[in-house]
C-alpha cells in the first residue's frame, strides 16, 4: 500500500551533502543578479547614469538606452552560460508566471546569432489570456502585455536570465500585483516627502520597507505523495489529531534536523547567489513547521525577493525529497503559517521615520508618522482585512492562534501612555510657553521610554514593534504586495490630508510645531478605539470589538466586499492606483479564486471520502461481521458478551459511514445549487455558507473512522506520520 511504502521510503533517507560554494557567502552573494555594480561594469557611462535616475527618481529610460542595457544585460548573461531570457511577471493568480523565449535568432544565409535588444527587454506579450482578468479583457478587448521595471534587478535562473515585469490590459489596467504596487510607493514617496518639509528640507526621497518572515511546513515527498487531499488543495482535508500536537513546544526550541538543515542550506545558498538577503532560519511553533526571513529592503524588492524565494525553496525541496507547503493552515490540529510583513518608512537622508530621534524636533517628525499610520488603519481597517483575505487565510484568521480577523493596533503601554498623555496636553485655544515646554519635555521623552519599551503582544494584527509596525495577518502563501498596497495607499491618504490641514492652519499664522500638535491631537482622538493592548485570541475581545464598532469579517467574500464600496474605489482613485474598472475587476478575481479554491476542496474530499475512506471502512465492516459471525458459531449464545466490543465498533462503524455518506451527497447537492448561480458575489457566499460547512461534518466523521479502524488497513498516510515522522 502507498502508505505504508511512503514510510518505509522516509525510514531509509538520508540528508543530502550541501557544500557551500566557497569560504564566505560574500563571495558567491548576487552573483546571478544584474546588480548595480555589474551595470556599472558592463554599460556605458551614460546608460548606467540613466538607469540609476531610472531606479532614484523614476525617469523614463529611452529606447537607445534600453538597447545598451540589454545588450550589456545579454553579455553578463552569456558569460553564465545563459541562453533564454523572459519576462518575469506576478499574474493574480498567486504565482509567478514566466514565458521563455531564447537569445538565438536564426539569420538569413542558415547562419544564427545570440539577439536581445531593447524592444525584448522593454516589452514581451505573453499568452494573456490564461492569466485572470476579471472581465478586463471582455470589455475591453484587449490583449496585455509585460513591460520592464528597471527598479528590480534581472536574475538568472537557470540557464534563463529573468526580467522582472509589471503586466498591464493595452487599454493600461494593470493585471497584477507589481504595477499597483509600483503606484502606492510612488504616492507614500510623494506623501511622506512633503510631510518631511516640516522636519527637514533635506528629504527628497521617502522608501517604503518591507521585512517579511516566511513561515513554512515541510512534508516528506512520499507522505504527500500518498495524500491525495494535500497534492490537490495543499492541506490535509482529513486526518485525526496526533496523540502528540505542540504542546510540548518542543519543536519550537528544537534543534533542526540534519535533513532540513540540509534542505535550508541548499536553498539558502541559491537564494544568496539571487542577492536575497535571507539571514535567519528557525523552528515554528508546530511540528515541521519552520521560518526564514531575510533583512528588510525597499518594499518592491523585497516582495520580488519573497517570491523569487518561495519558488527557490519549492525546487529545493523536491531535491531533497520534501514538498514545502506554503498553506495557511495545512493541518487543522496545529499552528497555521503566515507571514508577517514588518513595514517602515526611511528617508534618502538616511532616517527612519518610525525610529524616535534623539531630540524633541526628531521626536515629533516620529510622532507624525506613528500617529498617522494609526489613523490610516483606524479609518480603513476594512480595505487592510481585505487586502489579505483568502480561502487559505480565513482558517486562520481569529482561529485562537493568528491575529483575529479584526483589525487593530498594539504600540506598548509606554507609548499608550505617551498618546493618552499628548491628547491630554495640547490645550485648546493658543498655548502658553510653559504649555510649550511641558509638551518638550514629554515627547523628549521618547527615546528612553521605547529603550524599555520590551512588551510585546504576539496577538496583535497590526503591532508596533519598536522601530517598524508589524503587519502578522498576512498569510503564508500570500504575495505581499497585496498587504503593501493596501498599507501605503492608505497611510499616503492619510498623510496627504494631515499635510492640507496643518498646512492650512500654519496658513491662518498657528506656529508650525503647535499646528501639528494640535492635528496629532484630534487624531489621537479620533483613532482611539482602533488601539488594542490585550489578548487579541480571547473571546472578551471579540465582544469588546463589536462595543467598539469594529469590524469582524471572518469570511473571504464578506471581507473582500470593502473593495468596491464607493469609500475604496475614492480612495484608490485619489491616488491614482486603481481605477473603478481595476477594483472591479479584481474584486471578481478574487472571488473567483475562492470560488475555486472551495469547489477543488470540495471536490477532493469527495474523493477521497468515496474513494479511499469508505471503502477501507467496508472492508473492515466485513472483519468484524466475519468475525461476530464466527464468534456466534463457536461460543453460540456466549458471544453476545464475548463479541461485545466488535459489535460496538461494527455499529460505530456504520453510523459514521452512514453520516459521511449522506453529507456528502447533500455537499454535493448543495455545489451543484452553488454552480448553477451567475452572479460571482452569490456564488461565493454560497460555497462559503453551504458548501464550506459540510467539510467539517465529513473530516470529524472520517477521523473517527481513522481511530476505529485496523491501522493495516488504513490507506491514507496519517498526520502522526506526516507530522513527525523522521
Ligand atoms: P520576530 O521577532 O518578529 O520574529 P525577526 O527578527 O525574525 O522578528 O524578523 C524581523 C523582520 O523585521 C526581519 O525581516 C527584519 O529585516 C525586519 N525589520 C527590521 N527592521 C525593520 C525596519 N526598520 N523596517 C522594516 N522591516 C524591518
Ligand atoms: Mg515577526
Not at 521615520?353 to 488603519?377: D, E, H, M, Q, W
Request: net charge neutral; glycine share 4%.
Amino acid at each position: 500500500m502507498l502508505r505504508f511504502n511512503a514510510l518505509n521510503d522516509v525510514l531509509k533517507r538520508t540528508p543530502k551533502q550541501i557544500d557551500y560554494p566557497s569560504d564566505k557567502i560574500s563571495e558567491f552573494y548576487a552573483t546571478n543578479v544584474f546588480t548595480q555594480e555589474k551595470m556599472r561594469e558592463f554599460l556605458p557611462k551614460e546608460a548606467y547614469q540613466s538607469v540609476m535616475a531610472s531606479i532614484n527618481e523614476g525617469k523614463r529610460i529611452d529606447r537607445s538606452i534600453a538597447n545598451q542595457v540589454a545588450s550589456s544585460m545579454k553579455d553578463w548573461a552569456m558569460t553564465k552560460k545563459v541562453t533564454h531570457y523572459t519576462h518575469w511577471f506576478q499574474p493574480l493568480t498567486g504565482a509567478t508566471a514566466e514565458k521563455h523565449d531564447s537569445f538565438f535568432t536564426p539569420i538569413s544565409g542558415g547562419r544564427a546569432i545570440e539577439r536581445f535588444d531593447g524592444d525584448n527587454l522593454i516589452q514581451q506579450e505573453p499568452d494573456a489570456s490564461s492569466f485572470p482578468n476579471g472581465g478586463i479583457r471582455n470589455t475591453f478587448e484587449a490583449r496585455g502585455y509585460t513591460a520592464w521595471d528597471p527598479t528590480s534587478p534581472a536574475f538568472i535562473i537557470g540557464q534563463t536570465l529573468c526580467v522582472p515585469t509589471v503586466f498591464i490590459a493595452y487599454t493600461g489596467e494593470a493585471l497584477d500585483y507589481k504595477m499597483p504596487l509600483l503606484k502606492t510607493l510612488n504616492a507614500i514617496d510623494k506623501a511622506a516627502t512633503s510631510v518631511c518639509q516640516y522636519f527637514d528640507k533635506e528629504i527628497s526621497k521617502v522608501n517604503a520597507n518591507l521585512g517579511w518572515e516566511q513561515e513554512y511546513f515541510l512534508i516528506d515527498k512520499s507522505l504527500f505523495n500518498a495524500r491525495p487531499d494535500i497534492i490537490m488543495t495543499g492541506r490535509a482535508l482529513v486526518g485525526h489529531n496526533p496523540a502528540k500536537g505542540q504542546q510540548l513546544d518542543d519543536h519550537y526550541f528544537g534543534s533542526i534536523s540534519e535533513r532540513v538543515v540540509a534542505f535550508m542550506k541548499d536553498f539558502e545558498i541559491e537564494s544568496h547567489k539571487l542577492g536575497i538577503p535571507v539571514t535567519t532560519r528557525h523552528n515554528e511553533v508546530a511540528p515541521n513547521q519552520f521560518e526564514c526571513a531575510p533583512m528588510f529592503e525597499e518594499t518592491n524588492l523585497a516582495n520580488d525577493h519573497n517570491l523569487l524565494m518561495m519558488d527557490v525553496m519549492e525546487k529545493i525541496a523536491r531535491k531533497h525529497d520534501f514538498r514545502v507547503l506554503f498553506h495557511e493552515k495545512p493541518f487543522k490540529s496545529v499552528n497555521g503559517s503566515g507571514k508577517h510583513n514588518n513595514w517602515s518608512l526611511s528617508t534618502n537622508t538616511g532616517v527612519n521615520l518610525l525610529s524616535p530621534g534623539k531630540n524633541p524636533k526628531t521626536n515629533l517628525r516620529f510622532l507624525t508618522f506613528f500617529i498617522n499610520t494609526i489613523k490610516a488603519i483606524h479609518d480603513n481597517a476594512d480595505i487592510l482585512r481585505a487586502s489579505i483575505a483568502t480561502a487559505g487565510n480565513d482558517h486562520r484568521l481569529g482561529a485562537n492562534e493568528a491575529p483575529p480577523a479584526i483589525m487593530s493596533v498594539f504600540i506598548g503601554s509606554q507609548l499608550s501612555q505617551m498618546l493618552d498623555n499628548l491628547e491630554e496636553n495640547v490645550k485648546a485655544g493658543k498655548m502658553t510657553p510653559e504649555d510649550k515646554t511641558e509638551l518638550k519635555m514629554s515627547i523628549g521623552k521618547l527615546p528612553q521610554i521605547l529603550l524599555d519599551n520590551t512588551d510585546r503582544n504576539r496577538t496583535s494584527p497590526f503591532a508596533f514593534t519598536g522601530n517598524k509596525f508589524e503587519f502578522r495577518a498576512v498569510g503564508s502563501s500570500a504575495n505581499c504586495a497585496s498587504a503593501m498596497i493596501a498599507l501605503n495607499a492608505i497611510v499616503a491618504k492619510q498623510l496627504n490630508e494631515f499635510k492640507i490641514v496643518v498646512d492650512d492652519a500654519i496658513e491662518k499664522g498657528v506656529k508650525k510645531d503647535e499646528a501639528i500638535l494640535k492635528e496629532l491631537q484630534k487624531l489621537i482622538k479620533s483613532s482611539k478605539k482602533i488601539r488594542f493592548e490585550g489578548n487579541g485570541y480571547g473571546d472578551a475581545w471579540v465582544k469588546e470589538a463589536e462595543k467598539r464598532g469594529l469590524s469582524n469579517l471572518k469570511d473571504t467574500p464578506r471581507a473582500i466586499k470593502t473593495m468596491i464600496d464607493k469609500k475604496t474605489k475614492k480612495l484608490f482613485a485619489d491616488l491614482e492606483v486603481f481605477t473603478e474598472v481595476e477594483l472591479d475587476a479584481r474584486y471578481e478575481i478574487e472571488l473567483e479564486n475562492y470560488i475555486l479554491k472551495l469547489q477543488i476542496e470540495s471536490r477532493a474530499l469527495g474523493d477521497i471520502a468515496r474513494n479511499h475512506i469508505l471503502p477501507t471502512a467496508f472492508k473492515y465492516q466485513n472483519v468484524l461481521i466475519n468475525n461476530i459471525k464466527g464468534m456466534k458459531e463457536i461460543f453460540g449464545s456466549e458471544s453476545k458478551t464475548l463479541a461485545n466490543p466488535q459489535e460496538e465498533i461494527l455499529r460505530s462503524l456504520s453510523l459514521h459511514t452512514t453520516i459521511i455518506k449522506q453529507k456528502l451527497d447533500e455537499m454535493l447537492e448543495e455545489r451543484k445549487l452553488a454552480n448553477k448561480i451567475e452572479h460571482p458575489e452569490k456564488k461565493a457566499l454560497a460555497y462559503c455558507d453551504k458548501v464550506k460547512p459540510y467539510f467539517d461534518e465529513i473530516k470529524y466523521n472520517a477521523d473517527k473512522l481513522e481511530l476505529l479502524i485496523d491501522d493495516s488497513l488504513w490507506p491514507l498516510p496519517k498526520l502522526r506520520e506526516i507530522l513527525f515522522t523522521k
